[in-house]
């Protein structure tokens, strides 16, 4: 049999996650030494595959299949419909799979910042200079050997143009003030009766208010659902 390159393995990852909403965001490869994810069979992954999604991608393909679940899939739909999608794909390139849902946890905010060099916005999510707040990665596949870096790398962070940060003046809690994001500011908020009706709602109205990627915005109900699977 012969063995596919690692340009062909990648092609081949990107073509399964496709039907499905999902993007191979990028690759991580970790030196002698370096801390990295543990494969299957104890040893260190070489490199990891990163994987995610662009704008509301990932929505139809999801609720199509939570359509059709028992108890529509469950507590935690999404982390267990993306594990029925991944864990196939890593199966079929030899791969292990990790999940941000599940430990041991992984620095998946790590692995994006070193394949595709993003960086957090003042809400704390990264920002990507093209799809701005609106993507988010659902799994990542570790590999034995080293692959090539692709995906789109940023040049430059957004937040550092960004002058009069709209996203902080959007948040009703005050919640990114002081130039980092208030958690308890922002959850308190949102037990009120005017956060409810507001961000629960609609969404976060800070990362709405963000100029960048407005045309990754996620659709209505995709956003209420992230809001209504909070912890609050
Ligand atoms: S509004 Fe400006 S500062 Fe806030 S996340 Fe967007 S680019 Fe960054
Ligand atoms: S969800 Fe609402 S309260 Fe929380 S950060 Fe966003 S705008 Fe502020």
Request: net charge neutral.
């Amino acid at each position: 049999m012969t063995v596919p390159s690692a340009d062909e393995l990648l092609e081949t990852i990107r073509a399964a996650l496709a039907p499905h909403g999902l993007f191979l965001r990028g690759t991580v490869s970790f030196a002698d030494g370096e801390e990295a994810p543990m494969l299957a069979d104890g040893r260190p992954a070489a490199s990891i595959v990163l994987i995610g999604n662009i704008g509301g991608s990932l929505w139809e393909p999801f609720s199509r299949w939570r359509d059709g679940e028992p108890a529509r899939g469950g507590a935690d739909p999404l982390d267990n419909w993306s594990k029925q999608v991944i864990r196939p794909v890593a199966e079929a390139a030899g791969a292990i799979a990790y999940f941000p849902s599940d430990p041991p946890w992984q620095p998946f905010q790590q692995w994006a910042m070193r394949a595709e060099r993003l960086k957090t916005s003042p809400l704390g999510i990264l920002i990507h200079p093209q799809y701005g707040l609106w993507h988010g990665y659902r799994g990542a596949l570790g590999f034995d050997q080293v692959l090539p870096r692709t995906g789109s790398i940023s040049v430059g962070h957004p937040c550092d143009a960004c002058v009069e940060k709209p996203c902080s003046s959007a948040c009703p809690a005050d919640a990114l003030a002081a130039g980092t994001f208030d958690v308890g500011r922002c959850r308190t908020h949102l037990r009120t009766q005017a956060g409810a009706g507001g961000c629960l709602a609609h969404g976060c109205l800070s990362r709405d208010a963000c100029p960048v990627g407005r045309d990754y915005r996620y659709p209505a109900q995709q956003l209420r659902f992230h809001m209504a699977a909070l912890s609050l």
